[in-house]
């Protein structure tokens, strides 16, 4: 099997993976896959394993992105708030 033969094997298991972990659609789905990646925390690069645990937690970062948004505080309210926390803004 040439290089590239196996690089294309790779992408091909590669996808069929990432298809099969593409079911992030409810929470007990978000839940499960949290759980996977716990287990998978210490995968080495470029493995299945690790292959996996970039699939799962691009999946994971894309159902929080929708389903927790979060805005960026302003910059001045976030000083202000910062300088409450450490006691040198008392009123402003």
Same mark, same amino acid.
């Given at each position: $099997?040439?290089?590239?033969? %196996?690089g294309?094997? #790779?992408?091909? +298991?590669?996808? /069929?993976?990432? #298809?099969?972990t593409?079911w992030?659609? @409810?929470?007990? &789905?978000?839940? #499960?896959?949290?759980?996977?990646?716990?287990s998978?925390?210490?995968?080495?690069? +470029? @493995? /299945?394993?690790?292959? /996996?645990?970039? %699939?799962?937690? @691009?999946? %994971? =970062? #894309?159902?929080?992105?929708?389903?927790?948004? $979060? &805005?960026l505080? &302003?910059? %001045? =309210?976030?000083?202000?708030?910062?300088?409450?926390q450490?006691?040198?803004? @008392?009123?402003?």
């Open positions: $099997m040439s290089a590239g033969q %196996v294309l094997a #790779a992408l091909e +298991n590669f996808v /069929r993976d990432a #298809a099969m593409y992030h659609r @409810t929470k007990a &789905d978000y839940r #499960a896959a949290l759980k996977e990646i716990e998978l925390i210490i995968a080495k690069a +470029n @493995t /299945r394993e690790g292959d /996996r645990l970039d %699939v799962l937690t @691009t999946l %994971v =970062e #894309a159902y929080e992105r929708t389903h927790f948004p $979060m &805005d505080p &302003d910059a %001045v =309210e976030a000083i202000k708030f910062r300088m409450e450490s006691g040198s803004l @008392t009123a402003w």
